[in-house]
């Protein structure tokens, strides 16, 4: 059964600062990786889409990499935002099902 | 271009009573998804419609909930009758083309409490 994990699950960092965020999965055989961004009291939205056989995909300050043998994701924001701040969710389509495994999230907090 | 829409945004009810959620997924989108979310948890799915039809129902506790996708527009979950542990976020999603596609859109889910 695949399981996402997601560390840290917060982060607090002050404006300016450049993160990464981390994502494990167990079982490498994926079809597709994607994260999320939620804000509190919304649904998801989707910030990046990095397929299995792609190694990181990029859209203006966030670039997300992959490494599926490794069963490892990052996403990296550059040069943060009091606007960034939310919950941050790794997901995995397990080998084309169409049924993305999350990970519980990272709670990220950006202080201006 | 309006995105997903649910409603109602937040519901109390009393255990046992029954409840529905209502979702309106964009336009011309044939894929459409119920996911629950627990508080601090990632979404997990509930049922995959293609059009009209529930091609994923397989955790879907059947005996207390069902699903429904009339003319593959427009889609409806119920839960009877409700207990405590369905206390959650109800998620609705829609998609043009499966999640392959990276175009998974998400509406602000329907709240609910069960006392």
């Known amino acids: 059964k695949q399981e996402v994990t997601q560390i840290p699950a917060a982060l607090s960092v002050p404006e300016g600062e450049n993160l990464v965020l981390n994502c494990s999965f167990t079982?490498?055989?994926?079809?597709?990786l994607q994260w999320f961004r939620q804000d509190p009291g919304k649904g998801l939205t989707s910030l990046l889409l990095?397929?299995?056989?792609?190694r990181e995909q990029t859209s203006g300050r966030l670039n997300a990499s992959l490494d599926k043998s490794s069963g490892r994701s990052t996403l990296y924001i550059a040069a943060s935002q009091p606007g960034d701040s939310a919950t941050y969710l790794c997901?995995?389509?397990?080998?084309?099902?169409?049924?993305?495994?999350f990970g519980k999230g990272t709670k990220l907090t950006v202080n201006p | 271009e309006a995105g997903v829409v649910q409603s109602p945004r937040y519901k109390i009810i009393e255990k046992k009573q029954p409840v529905a959620f209502w979702c309106n997924p964009i336009?011309?989108?044939?894929?459409l998804y119920w996911y629950l979310q627990n508080l601090g948890q990632g979404p997990e799915l509930l049922i995959r419609?293609?059009?009209?039809?529930?091609?994923?129902d397989s955790q879907l506790p059947k005996d207390r909930f069902s699903a429904e996708r009339l003319k593959g527009v427009d889609s409806t979950l119920k839960i009877q009758p409700a207990e405590l542990g369905d206390s959650a976020v109800y998620l609705c999603?829609?998609?043009?083309?499966?999640?392959?596609?990276?175009?998974?859109?998400f509406g602000e889910g329907s709240r609910l409490t069960v006392l």
């Open positions: 997901a995995v389509d397990q080998g084309g099902s169409e049924k993305l495994v």
């Open positions: 990095i397929q299995s056989s792609q």
């Open positions: 079982d490498s055989a994926i079809y597709n």
């Open positions: 419609y293609e059009n009209e039809e529930a091609v994923d």
């Open positions: 336009s011309g989108h044939n894929t």
């Open positions: 999603a829609s998609s043009p083309g499966g999640l392959n596609t990276g175009e998974l859109f």
